[in-house]
C-alpha cells in the first residue's frame, strides 16, 4: 500500500537567506557610484571654475577626507554596533596605515627635498646617517600597501587575542584600548623611532612617479577612496546578513547564552576585531596622501573618541548610520572651524548629549521613526 507524501519539499520550508540589498537599495547604491565616478569627477575637472556647476578642489579634498572617516565609523559599527565592544584606540589603526605610506610617499620625495638628499629631510636634520631597518622596504609602492593591512591587522589579532581570551570586556576593554592608543602616540612622538617626531611625516610629491598635484592624481584618489566606502559597506551588509553577523549579534546581546550553545565568542570577535583594524588602516592610507599629513595626532585618545560619537550620531548597528554620522559629523566641524571656531568643541559636546538623550538610535533611527509614522 503507497502512502501519499506531501509535495512540498522539505527545503522549501528552511528560512530563505536574506538578500544584501533590497531593489530600492541597489539603486542607491548605484546613484553613489555614478556620483563618486562620474557626476563628481565632471564637475570639478570639466566644469570651469567660476561656473555655478564647478566643485571646487576644497570640496573634493573634503569630501574625500570625510569618506576615509566614514570607513573608520563603518568599521566602528562593525564591533561596537553589531557586537557590543567598545573600542576608543581605533584612531592607532587608522594611524598605523597612514604611517606606513607615508613611508613610501616620503621616499617617493627623493633628491627634491629641501635637503636634496636620498634621506627625508626630517633624518637629515636629526643627522642620520642611513636609513634605519624598518625603512629598509619603503620604497615599494606593493611592500608598503601589505603593511597597510600587515601592521594593523597583526597588532588587532595579537591585542585582541590576548584581551578576549582573559574575557576582558565593557568600560575595561574601552579603557585598555584608549591606553594602547595613548601610548603608541608617545612612541611615535620620539624622534629616535624613526617617524618624524611631532611633526610626523608631510610635504609629499608624488605617489608611483605621478605628481601627487596633478588634478588627475587628485581625483584618482578621490574615486579609489569612494570605491573602497562602498566595496566596504557592501561587506560589511554581507558579514551582518551571514551567519557569522547573526552570532556577533547573539553575543552583544547574550554572550553567555551563545557560550551556552557551544559557540566559543573569543573566535568571532577577534575574527571581527581585526577585520576592523584592517579596514581602518586602509583609510589611514587613503587619507594620508590626500591630506598631505600624518603624525602622532591621529592617535590622541581625542581621535578614537571622535570616530565613536560618527557612529553614534549616526545609529548604531544600522551600517548607513555611521557613514551618515561621519559626514554630518565633520561637515558641521569644517563649518563651525570657520565661522565659529572657538565653539567648535561645546557644539560637538552638545551634539553628543543630545543624541544620548533624545537620539538613542541616531539620525538613522529619527528617520525610522518617521517612515513608520507615515
Not at 611633526?199 to 608611483?208: E, L, P, S, V
Request: aromatic residues 14%.
Amino acid at each position: 500500500m503507497m502512502m501519499n507524501t506531501p509535495t512540498t519539499s522539505t527545503a522549501a520550508l528552511l528560512p530563505q537567506a536574506p538578500r544584501l540589498l533590497s531593489a530600492r537599495g541597489w539603486s542607491a547604491v548605484l546613484v553613489a557610484l555614478l556620483t563618486i565616478a562620474v557626476l563628481v569627477p565632471l564637475l570639478n575637472l570639466w566644469v570651469p571654475p567660476g561656473h555655478w556647476l564647478h566643485l571646487s578642489d576644497y570640496s573634493v579634498g573634503l569630501t574625500a577626507k570625510i569618506m576615509c572617516y566614514a570607513i573608520c565609523a563603518l568599521a566602528m559599527d562593525l564591533i561596537w554596533g553589531y557586537t557590543g565592544i567598545l573600542s576608543l584606540g581605533h584612531g592607532l589603526f587608522f594611524a598605523l596605515g597612514g604611517y606606513a605610506m607615508g613611508m613610501y610617499l616620503m621616499r617617493q620625495i627623493g633628491r627634491d627635498g629641501n635637503y636634496q638628499s636620498d634621506l627625508p629631510d626630517f633624518m637629515v636634520f636629526l643627522d642620520w646617517k642611513a636609513l634605519p631597518w624598518h625603512w629598509g622596504f619603503s620604497d615599494s609602492l606593493a611592500f608598503q600597501l601589505l603593511m597597510v593591512l600587515a601592521v594593523p591587522g597583526l597588532l588587532a589579532f595579537v591585542f585582541g587575542f590576548f584581551a578576549f581570551r582573559s574575557r576582558i570586556k565593557g568600560v575595561y576593554f574601552s579603557i585598555i584600548t584608549q591606553a594602547l592608543s595613548y601610548a603608541a602616540m608617545l612612541l611615535f612622538f620620539r624622534n629616535e623611532t624613526g617617524f618624524g617626531g611631532n611633526n610626523g611625516f608631510t610635504d609629499f610629491k608624488r605617489i608611483a612617479g605621478i605628481p601627487l598635484q596633478l588634478p588627475g592624481t587628485r581625483m584618482a584618489l578621490f574615486v579609489a577612496t569612494g570605491l573602497v566606502l562602498l566595496g566596504f559597506y557592501l561587506m560589511a551588509r554581507w558579514i551582518v546578513a551571514s551567519k557569522f553577523g547573526r552570532v556577533l549579534q547573539a553575543i552583544r546581546d547574550a554572550e553567555g547564552r551563545v557560550m551556552f550553545t557551544g559557540y566559543d565568542p573569543l573566535a568571532y570577535k577577534l575574527a571581527i576585531w581585526t577585520l576592523s583594524a584592517l579596514m581602518c588602516g586602509v583609510a589611514g592610507a587613503l587619507y594620508v596622501p590626500q591630506v598631505g599629513i600624518i603624525n602622532p595626532g591621529e592617535m590622541s585618545p581625542a581621535a578614537s573618541i571622535e570616530i565613536a560619537i560618527w557612529t553614534a550620531v549616526g545609529g548604531r548597528a544600522s551600517l548607513i548610520g555611521p557613514i551618515v554620522g561621519a559626514f554630518f559629523v565633520n561637515g558641521a566641524k569644517s563649518w563651525f572651524t570657520q565661522v565659529f571656531p572657538e565653539f567648535w568643541l561645546y557644539f560637538l559636546g552638545a551634539l553628543f548629549i543630545a543624541v544620548t538623550l533624545f537620539l538613542p538610535n541616531g539620525i538613522i533611527g529619527l528617520f525610522r521613526k518617521k517612515g513608520e509614522r507615515e
